[in-house]
């Protein structure tokens, strides 16, 4: 049909001359090309045909493993592991359903069948035997947390006669149990659950990541639990699949040496970790230092605004006829009382850009994954900002001459009046005089 609407239009065209097609015509037409190209790139997007055939992967995780995968505030999920198999699935063009729950039960489902793979589990020997493990994309350390002023611990022997705190079914769950270590071992749901409680006063010490401990420490404020050791070798976290299962074994792996070649890798890594390490007093009094001379600036937009009002209060209210002069300079002062508005707007907008980025408010406000201070992305706000400002503090500056050039336009019309105003009373002076003599001399002669 569009093809045939289109051999009509140009039909007409023949029939009636080039000249005939209005401008609405014209629009038309090129209305129904671009739909028609539209329509044809969407029918004919290999992307979008290979999706619809694009084999589903069920995924497994922790509902409360933070910030490595979790349910966040609208029950979504997220965390590293969820951002790390969205983007592995992107590069493989597989569709993903991501199913969190208690630890123990997702490992369960992983052993019955019930999903394909869990997109976070630490590899060990033991494990091997109950499924198959990627390469790892993350190593990590776990650390030993107690109550401050507890002793430190050194070696895992210090842990014997501990009452350890572990998640079920965790790596720290299996290695405590194959080290025979502690007196007693309290299984808890999540790493939350355990600095709980050892916060509170129960048990000795809980077995965590180190860095998950820390991050967790922070963000409940459990300034009472510390890291008192670090177990000595790094643990390996993967992709874990079913026993025999190498066709997604082999596509995990692949996707995440395409990520790491690409560097989104880095950047998924950096953004939720990325900024502990980068974190430095300076970067915190940044905000500071910039909101400063945001505030002076607004403090003297909003003194100017008034000044402004006021000398327009006064040329309006001034007696006598409104001379060409002062009507330009009240309007000068009018267009300046319109743009300030625009350049505090302009300043707020800009202090809020750089404050959201130097300072991460969506972190600070809304609880959203720390993300690291992206240089690039700042300095070029920055230019954004320099070149908006550059152009508002030009009109300004305009406004301020075009005020000043009427001023003296008013200045020349008051002292034209002055000096009119001198001759008129110097010649009415002299006509008084000469009557008066006339006058005079008429009455001497009577």
Same mark, same amino acid.
């Given at each position: 049909?569009?093809?045939?609407?289109?051999?009509?239009?140009?039909?007409?065209?023949?029939?009636?001359?080039?000249?005939?097609?209005?401008?609405?015509?014209?629009?038309?037409?090129?209305?129904?090309?671009?739909?028609?190209?539209?329509?044809?790139?969407?029918?004919?997007?290999?992307?979008?045909?290979?999706?619809?055939?694009?084999?589903?992967?069920?995924?497994?995780?922790?509902?409360?493993?933070?910030? #490595?995968?979790?349910?966040?505030?609208?029950?979504?999920?997220?965390?590293?592991?969820?951002?790390?198999?969205?983007?592995?699935?992107?590069?493989?063009?597989?569709?993903?359903?991501?199913?969190?729950?208690?630890?123990?039960?997702?490992?369960?489902?992983?052993?019955?069948?019930?999903?394909?793979?869990?997109? +976070?589990?630490?590899?060990?020997?033991?494990?091997?035997?109950? +499924?198959?493990?990627?390469?790892?994309?993350?190593?990590?350390?776990?650390?030993?947390?107690?109550?401050?002023?507890?002793?430190?611990?050194?070696?895992?022997?210090?842990?014997?006669?501990?009452?350890?705190?572990?998640?079920?079914?965790?790596?720290?769950?299996? #290695?405590?149990?194959?080290?025979?270590?502690?007196?007693?071992?309290?299984?808890?749901?999540?790493?939350?659950?355990?600095?709980?409680?050892?916060?509170?006063?129960?048990?000795?010490?809980?077995?965590?990541?180190?860095?998950?401990?820390?991050?967790?420490?922070?963000?409940?404020?459990?300034?009472?639990?510390?890291?008192? +050791?670090?177990?000595?070798?790094?643990?390996?976290?993967? %992709?874990?699949?079913?026993?025999?299962?190498?066709?997604?074994?082999?596509?995990?792996?692949?996707?995440?040496?395409?990520?790491?070649?690409?560097?989104? #890798?880095?950047?998924?890594?950096?953004?939720?970790? +990325?900024?502990?390490?980068?974190?430095?007093?300076?970067?915190?009094?940044?905000?500071?230092?910039?909101?400063?001379?945001?505030?002076?600036?607004?403090?003297? %937009?909003?003194?100017?605004?008034?000044?402004?009002?006021?000398?327009?209060?006064?040329?309006?209210?001034?007696?006598?006829?409104?001379?060409?002069?002062?009507?330009?300079?009240?309007?000068? %002062?009018?267009?300046?009382?319109?743009?300030?508005?625009?350049?505090?707007?302009?300043?707020?907008?800009?202090?809020?850009?750089?404050?959201?980025?130097?300072?991460?408010?969506?972190?600070?406000? #809304?609880?959203?994954?720390?993300?690291?201070?992206?240089?690039?992305?700042?300095?070029?706000?920055?230019?954004?900002?320099?070149?908006?400002?550059?152009?508002?503090?030009?009109?300004?500056?305009?406004?301020?001459?075009?005020?000043?050039?009427?001023?003296?336009?008013?200045?020349?019309?008051?002292?034209?009046?002055?000096?009119?105003?001198?001759?008129?009373?110097?010649?009415?002076?002299?006509?008084?005089?000469?009557?008066?003599?006339?006058?005079?001399?008429?009455?001497?002669?009577?």
């Amino acid at each position: 049909m569009l093809g045939v609407g289109l051999v009509d239009c140009y039909t007409v065209a023949g029939k009636r001359g080039p000249q005939a097609i209005g401008a609405r015509a014209r629009w038309v037409l090129a209305a129904l090309v671009v739909v028609g190209l539209f329509v044809a790139l969407t029918l004919t997007d290999p992307l979008r045909v290979a999706s619809q055939d694009a084999p589903r992967l069920i995924v497994g995780g922790d509902d409360s493993f933070p910030p #490595y995968e979790y349910l966040n505030d609208a029950g979504q999920p997220a965390g590293y592991n969820v951002d790390l198999i969205r983007a592995v699935a992107r590069m493989m063009r597989v569709d993903v359903e991501i199913r969190l729950q208690p630890w123990h039960e997702a490992r369960a489902a992983l052993e019955r069948g019930e999903i394909d793979l869990l997109q +976070g589990m630490f590899y060990s020997p033991e494990r091997d035997a109950q +499924g198959d493990f990627s390469v790892p994309h993350t190593r990590l350390y776990h650390g030993v947390f107690a109550r401050a002023g507890a002793p430190a611990v050194a070696t895992p022997e210090q842990l014997r006669d501990q009452a350890i705190i572990v998640q079920n079914r965790d790596l720290m769950h299996d #290695y405590v149990l194959a080290e025979r270590l502690g007196t007693t071992i309290i299984p808890v749901e999540s790493p939350e659950a355990a600095l709980r409680l050892l916060s509170v006063g129960q048990h000795d010490v809980a077995l965590l990541g180190f860095h998950q401990g820390h991050f967790l420490a922070e963000q409940l404020r459990l300034t009472n639990v510390v890291a008192v +050791g670090t177990l000595p070798s790094p643990a390996a976290y993967c %992709f874990a699949v079913r026993v025999g299962d190498a066709e997604t074994l082999a596509l995990l792996n692949e996707g995440l040496a395409i990520l790491e070649a690409t560097g989104e #890798y880095r950047q998924i890594h950096d953004r939720w970790f +990325g900024v502990r390490e980068a974190t430095s007093r300076w970067t915190r009094l940044l905000p500071l230092l910039v909101l400063a001379p945001i505030v002076v600036l607004l403090l003297g %937009f909003g003194g100017w605004l008034l000044h402004l009002s006021r000398q327009i209060r006064c040329l309006t209210e001034m007696s006598g006829p409104v001379e060409p002069a002062r009507e330009a300079l009240v309007s000068t %002062f009018r267009w300046q009382r319109m743009r300030l508005p625009i350049a505090i707007a302009f300043v707020l907008l800009a202090s809020f850009v750089w404050v959201s980025e130097l300072a991460d408010l969506s972190h600070l406000l #809304y609880g959203t994954p720390p993300r690291p201070l992206n240089w690039t992305k700042a300095l070029v706000e920055l230019g954004v900002i320099a070149v908006l400002g550059i152009g508002i503090v030009a009109a300004v500056l305009h406004a301020i001459a075009e005020r000043r050039r009427t001023e003296g336009r008013l200045r020349a019309a008051l002292q034209e009046r002055e000096v009119l105003l001198r001759e008129v009373h110097h010649r009415v002076r002299n006509n008084l005089a000469v009557i008066n003599a006339r006058t005079t001399g008429r009455a001497c002669h009577c």
